[in-house]
């Protein structure tokens, strides 16, 4: 039993990250071939969508590239040891949250050993210039924390 709910945690994030990776590079891929596709703004103008190559880590941080490609295997590596490790409460969302990131950082690090840079494409508030790999590393971190140190389900005794 142990054994093929692993197999499942590990199938669902492996999904996860899947359809993440693809949908960042999808829309990486239509929206940097249509250039018309750029012009656009929401709420007043404090969303936008630009072209923008980020050779740094985060807000253009200047970080050395392969500084920054060892980094995010480690963090792949810390969330694969994640998915896989047992004796832990297997909980689905905890699971797809991992993905998430894990499709995230795929999503950039496939761009970084490329491209060298990470096409960014909404930014926020005339400052911050992202991507959807951005927010599903965000977004998979903060679903990790609150789903990862859940207590176990009661068990009824007989």
């Known amino acids: ?5 692993h197999a499942r945690g590990l199938g669902i994030a492996l999904l996860a990250a899947g359809s993440t990776f693809v949908l ?12 018309s596709l750029l012009n656009g703004s ?10 923008h190559h980020n050779y740094g880590i985060s807000f253009n941080l200047p970080v050395p590239l392969w500084l920054i490609i060892a980094i995010a295997i480690g963090a792949l590596i810390w969330a694969f040891r994640e998915v896989i490790r047992p004796n832990v409460t297997r909980y689905a969302l905890r699971d797809i949250f991992l993905g ?3 499709g995230g950082v795929l999503g950039n690090l496939f761009d970084r050993i490329t491209l060298g840079f990470v096409r960014d494409w909404l930014l926020l508030w005339g400052r911050s210039a992202v991507n959807l790999a951005d927010g599903a ?8 924390l609150f789903h990862s140190n859940k207590p176990a389900p009661p068990t009824l005794s007989p």
């Not at 929401?42 to 072209?51: A, C, Y």
């Not at 590393?137 to 990790?144: M, P, T, V």
Request: avoid cysteine; charge should be negative.
């Open 1 to 5: 039993m142990q054994e093929n709910t």
């Open 24 to 35: 960042d590079q999808w829309l990486k891929s239509t929206l940097f071939a249509n250039e």
């Open 42 to 51: 929401w709420l007043l103008g404090l969303i936008r969508f630009t072209d």
């Open 100 to 102: 998430i990131f894990i």
């Open 137 to 144: 590393i965000l977004l998979g971190l903060i679903g990790y």
